[in-house]
C-alpha cells in the first residue's frame, strides 16, 4: 500500500512538472516576444501582425490524431512525443536567442511560428498523457496540480521574464539571455520526461490503421480548413455585412460649422429638395455604426464554421483519415455524446460573459486605476486562481465529479454578481487600504498602491470559483476521453469548449451598449443557468463517469 501511494504521489509531482512544461512556452510566443520585438524597435503594425503566430493554439486537434496514431521509436507513445517536442522547443528558443528580431523579422517570425507548433504540440501529448495515467478519483487532484504548473510557469516566462529583461529596476539581462534560460528549462524538461516521468498503462497502445491513409487523410483536412479560411474571409463577411448592414444605417459625422464652410443662402433655397437634404462635399463623412462590425465578425464566424467543419468532415471520409474518423465515431458511439458536448459549450459560458470586458469594465465602466487593477487582477488573482485551483482538486477527492461540477458551477455562476455589485456600488463602496511594496521573488509590487475591498472580494471570489471550476471541467473532459484516441478526443473537446469563448466577445460588447453594465453582469449570471440545468439532466450519466474501469497495469 505504501508503495502504491508513493507511486500515486511521484505520478501528481511529474503531472505538475508537465504541466509547468507546457504553460512556459506560452507567453515566450506571446507577451514575452512583444516586449522584446517592442525594445528591438519594431513598429506597432509588425507586432501585431505577429500575434497570428499563434494559430497553431486553435488549430492542434488537426494534427493530434497523428500524434495517437504514430508512435516514435524505443521512446513510447507518450514519452516519445514528450521527449521529442521538448527538444524541439529547447532548440528554437536557443535558435532564437541568438538572433535579433530587427535584422531578420522574416526569419523570426518563422521560428515563433514553430515554437507555437510546438507548444501546441506538447499541450495536445500532456493532455493525453494526464488523462492515460489517472484513475477516476485522482483526475480533479491531476487537473488542478496541472493548472497550477501551467499557471506558475506563465508567471515566470510572461512576468518574472520581464523583470530579468528591465534594465532600470531587474536584472538588466537581454532578452537573447532569457531565451537561452527558457530554452534549459525546456532542456530539464525533456530529461525529465525521459528518465523520471512514470509510463502510461500496458493496455494503452496506438490504434491500428492506414499509416499511408492518415497522412493523406490529414493533408486533405488540412486543405479543407485553408478553404474554410478563404470562403469566410472573402464569402462569408463580404455576405455578412450585407445582411447586418440594414440594422446598422450608416452614421454621418457632424458638418463643419457654417462660418469654416460658407454656403451661399440663395444656393440652398434653389436646390433641389433632395439635394438640400445632402451636407455639402466634405462637410461630413460616413461611417459604419460602431456595432456593426461586431456582428459582422460574428456572423461571418458562424458561417464559416458552418461551411468549414462539413467540409472537413467530408474530406477526412474521402481521404480515409482512419484514426480521426475511429475517434470520432468512438466518441459519438457513447450515450448522449451530443448532450456531453452541450454541457461542454454551456458550463463555463457565464464565466466567459462576465469575463471578456472585465478590464474595460473597471478601468472605463467604475473608474479604477491602471495600478490598482493590475495588483488585484495580475498580483492577488492569479495566485488566487491556482488556489481555487488547488481547492477544487483536494474537494473532488471528496465530492465526486457531478458534485463538484454542480458545486463549482454554481459559485462561478454566483461569482458574477459580484461585478454586478461593483457596478451598481462603484468604486470606494466598501472603502479601500495600502498594500505596501514587497517583493516574494516570483512577484513584487515597487510601490504601495491602494486596494478597493469590493473589488478585492469581486475578484477574489471570481478567481477561486473560476480555479474550482477550471479543475472540475478538465477532469471531467479527461474522463470523457478513450484512452486509444486520448490525443485526438481531448484535443477536439477542448476545441468545444472554447467555443464560448469566441462567440461571447462581440456579443459582450453590443449587450454593455445596450442594458449597461448592471444588467450585462445581471445576464451573465443567467447564462450560466443551462449549463447547470444540462449538468442536471446528464446526472446519472456524468456520476458514471466517476466508475473504475479496471485497474491500471503499468509498463516496467
Not at 509547468?20 to 507586432?47: E, H, K, R, Y
Not at 451598481?424 to 504601495?448: C, N, Q
Request: hydrophobic share 55%; glycine share 8%.
Amino acid at each position: 500500500m505504501r508503495d502504491i501511494r508513493q507511486q500515486g504521489a511521484w505520478r501528481m509531482l511529474m503531472i505538475w512538472v508537465l504541466g509547468f512544461a507546457s504553460g512556459l512556452p506560452l507567453a515566450l510566443s506571446g507577451t514575452a516576444m512583444q516586449a522584446w520585438l517592442t525594445l528591438d524597435g519594431i513598429d506597432v503594425a509588425t507586432i501585431g501582425f505577429l500575434s497570428l503566430v499563434g494559430l497553431p493554439y486553435t488549430f492542434k486537434f488537426l494534427w493530434a490524431p497523428l500524434m495517437d496514431r504514430f508512435e516514435p521509436p524505443w521512446l513510447g507513445r507518450r514519452r516519445g512525443w514528450l521527449v521529442l517536442t521538448q527538444l524541439g522547443l529547447a532548440a528554437v528558443l536557443l535558435a532564437m536567442s541568438g538572433m535579433q528580431p530587427a535584422s531578420d523579422v522574416q526569419g523570426f517570425a518563422l521560428l515563433a511560428v514553430l515554437l507555437s507548433f510546438l507548444s501546441a504540440s506538447q499541450d495536445v501529448v500532456i493532455d493525453a498523457y494526464r488523462t492515460d495515467v489517472v484513475q477516476p478519483a485522482e483526475r480533479g487532484l491531476a487537473s488542478s496540480l496541472g493548472v497550477f504548473g501551467y499557471r506558475l510557469a506563465m508567471v515566470l516566462s510572461g512576468g518574472i521574464a520581464m523583470v530579468w529583461a528591465d534594465p532600470l529596476n531587474g536584472n538588466g539581462w537581454n532578452w537573447g539571455t532569457v531565451y537561452q534560460v527558457m530554452a534549459g528549462i525546456m532542456l530539464a524538461a525533456a530529461a525529465i520526461s525521459l528518465l523520471l516521468v512514470p509510463p502510461v498503462p500496458k493496455d494503452n497502445v496506438a490504434p491500428v490503421s492506414d499509416a499511408r491513409n492518415d497522412l493523406k487523410g490529414f493533408a486533405a483536412v488540412l486543405l479543407a480548413v485553408v478553404i474554410g479560411y478563404q470562403f469566410t474571409t472573402h464569402v462569408a463577411a463580404p455576405l455578412a455585412e450585407r445582411v447586418v448592414a440594414p440594422f446598422y444605417p450608416v452614421v454621418a459625422e457632424a458638418p463643419a460649422s457654417p462660418a469654416a464652410n460658407p454656403v451661399p443662402v440663395a444656393s440652398t433655397v434653389l436646390a433641389k429638395p433632395a439635394e438640400a437634404s445632402k451636407p455639402a462635399a466634405g462637410n461630413a463623412d460616413k461611417k459604419a455604426h460602431p456595432n456593426q462590425k461586431k456582428w459582422v465578425d460574428l456572423l461571418s464566424l458562424l458561417m464559416g464554421m458552418a461551411f468549414t467543419l462539413p467540409l472537413a468532415w467530408w474530406a477526412a471520409q474521402k481521404a480515409r483519415f482512419d484514426t480521426l474518423n475511429r475517434s470520432l465515431g468512438n466518441y459519438f458511439s457513447m450515450e448522449a455524446a451530443g448532450a456531453f458536448l452541450a454541457l461542454i459549450i454551456l458550463y463555463k459560458l457565464g464565466d466567459a460573459f462576465a469575463g471578456a470586458l472585465t478590464t474595460t469594465f473597471l478601468l472605463k465602466g467604475v473608474g479604477f486605476a491602471q495600478a490598482e487593477i493590475g495588483v488585484v487582477n495580475k498580483v492577488i488573482g492569479i495566485w488566487l486562481t491556482i488556489v481555487g485551483a488547488l481547492a477544487g482538486g483536494a474537494l473532488m477527492l471528496r465530492l465526486g465529479l457531478y458534485r463538484s461540477l454542480m458545486a463549482f458551477g454554481v459559485l462561478q455562476l454566483l461569482s458574477n454578481l459580484g461585478f454586478w455589485l461593483v457596478a451598481v456600488s462603484g468604486k470606494g463602496a466598501w472603502g479601500s487600504f495600502t498594500l505596501p511594496a514587497f517583493d516574494w521573488l516570483i512577484v513584487a509590487l515597487k510601490d504601495s498602491s491602494d486596494v478597493d475591498y469590493l473589488l478585492l472580494f469581486a475578484v477574489a471570489v471570481e478567481n477561486l470559483s473560476s480555479g474550482m471550476g477550471t479543475a472540475a471541467f478538465v477532469a471531467f473532459l479527461m474522463a470523457l476521453c478513450n484512452q486509444k484516441f486520448t490525443a485526438t478526443q481531448f484535443a477536439l473537446l477542448s476545441a468545444f469548449a472554447a467555443v464560448g469563448r469566441v462567440w461571447v466577445g462581440p456579443l459582450s460588447g453590443v449587450l454593455t451598449e445596450s442594458v449597461g453594465w448592471p444588467a450585462f453582469f445581471l445576464f451573465s449570471t443567467a447564462a450560466a443557468v443551462p449549463g447547470l440545468l444540462m449538468l442536471a439532466r446528464l446526472k446519472a450519466r456524468v456520476q458514471a463517469l466517476d466508475v473504475p474501469k479496471g485497474p491500471v497495469a503499468l509498463d516496467d
